[in-house]
């Protein structure tokens, strides 16, 4: 009898293990910012554009009708669209940047699809990434960890009546109270602790750099062979709008953390680089970036921030359409390399990675705070049970609605080679097994080669 009873406690604590368990993976799941539930179900984008052609620049204006994944009409307006992108402009699948307007063709702030009051938005096209999700994946995972990523929402689009494809709205990245919630630095803001910001920095391709539009590194990255130079782009306020006295600020700031970077004393607590950056910010920046090996990461749609009175911040994170492997090139595709290596790799190539990150893993503090935010993340947001459900979750969402059938229709492309895949599924099943079988993979390894930084 007591044997009985004795045996049938271990069955129900294992039942209450196994049921805790799947009830802390379905909160994580479930953690503000981080749903699936805010992206399942599919919208519906109507765009009229009257017989104008989309361009890029200027914007033209156009109608917009939005219905939600209940075919219910969510928003109906006017809008001033254009062409958006730099390489994804090679694609016939076009992405589209869109302001909302009023009947006086003003700007005005409304809401879409749920997400916070704004007027400028971006609809993202999934080409070359084939599952559609590297974007969605990363930035639910950035807002998991509690790092403002733009949001999203998948989305069929019509423009003039004619099916372009399953999209993503997101967030246009800028200063906002919703998204880059930094103080609004004015023109007069130009001494004492107004000076000090807010700032916002992208480290990115531009049609022509220039003292008028950037700063220009004191330091050549490392590893480059062409003299290379690393640019931080004025974004905000921008290169029109910045003063002399916040450009010499900002720049002086930056010009400081680097020398200190630079020195022999690098590390010390109080005079070193933490004086100068939010560490945990560059912290997770840096796994986020490891954890999808990003070929674009650390030196291309690299958004750095410094609000009022405060040190300087890594991102948001930005454009991982070719992470988790979906790149050929720089070892992009591969899952047991270190993305913050890439010079290593491909010293010629224009855009390089700065010597920051190389530095900072030289101090075995800024090492222990990966470490233990890596050994954090990996048994809840970054485990590989949590990831790979949310793929299953927003692969059953878009296969219900029949959006994966419509998408890949309209755009045959399965089976072949799109610039710059590493891997070309026949299916869309293949394609999404790829995807989980590498992030599996790049799990493994990551956690061992953090483990002995």
Request: include cysteine.
């Amino acid at each position: 009898m007591h044997k009985y009873h004795f045996s049938h406690s271990i069955l129900f604590l294992l039942i209450y293990l196994l049921l805790s368990s799947c009830s802390k993976e379905e909160e994580i799941i479930k953690k503000e910012n981080n749903t699936v539930e805010d992206i399942i179900g599919i919208a519906e984008v109507f765009i009229n554009t009257n017989g104008q052609t989309i361009v890029d620049e200027p914007k033209i204006n156009a109608e917009i009708k939005i219905t939600d994944d209940n075919e219910q009409t969510n928003y109906e307006g006017l809008i001033g669209i254009e062409i958006r992108g730099q390489s994804s402009q090679m694609f016939p699948k076009k992405q589209y940047g869109f302001e909302t307007r009023d009947s006086n063709n003003e700007d005005i702030s409304v809401s879409l699809l749920d997400f916070p009051e704004e007027e400028d938005w971006i609809l993202y096209a999934p080409y070359s990434d084939k599952s559609l999700l590297r974007n969605v994946i990363m930035y639910d995972l950035s807002r998991s960890i509690g790092r403002y990523t733009s949001r999203v929402k998948f989305l069929n689009l019509y423009i003039n009546n004619s099916y372009k494809g399953v999209y993503v709205l997101m967030e246009k990245l800028k200063r906002d109270k919703n998204r880059i919630d930094i103080n609004k630095l004015k023109d007069d803001e130009i001494s004492g602790e107004d000076l000090t910001g807010g700032y916002i920095l992208k480290i990115d391709k531009e049609n022509e750099y220039t003292e008028y539009n950037c700063i220009t590194s004191s330091y050549q990255p490392n590893h480059a062979i062409y003299n290379q130079t690393i640019k931080f782009l004025y974004d905000t306020p921008g290169p029109e709008d910045i003063t002399t006295e916040q450009r010499e600020y900002i720049s002086t700031y930056l010009s400081e953390f680097e020398n200190i970077l630079k020195s022999e004393s690098f590390s010390d607590i109080s005079s070193g680089y933490p004086k100068y950056i939010d560490v945990d910010s560059f912290v997770d920046f840096f796994l986020l970036n490891e954890l999808s090996n990003n070929v674009d990461g650390y030196r291309l749609s690299t958004w750095l921030v410094k609000d009022k009175n405060s040190k300087l911040n890594m991102g948001p994170i930005w454009d991982f359409n070719l992470a988790f492997g979906n790149a050929d090139y720089c070892s992009g595709g591969e899952y047991d390399v270190w993305a913050y290596k890439f010079n290593n790799r491909c010293p010629g190539d224009y855009w390089q990675i700065p010597f920051w990150w190389e530095r900072l893993l030289q101090d075995e503090n800024f090492t222990s705070k990966i470490k233990s935010r890596w050994n954090e993340l990996k048994e809840n947001e970054f485990s590989e049970s949590i990831i790979l459900q949310k793929i299953d979750a927003y692969v059953d969402m878009l296969d219900e609605s029949n959006s994966i059938t419509s998408n890949f229709n309209r755009w045959p492309i399965l089976g072949e080679y799109i610039w710059p895949n590493n891997y070309i599924g026949s299916s869309y099943e293949n394609e999404i097994d790829y995807l989980k079988t590498w992030i599996s993979n790049r799990l493994v390894w990551l956690d061992n080669e953090i483990t002995n930084l």
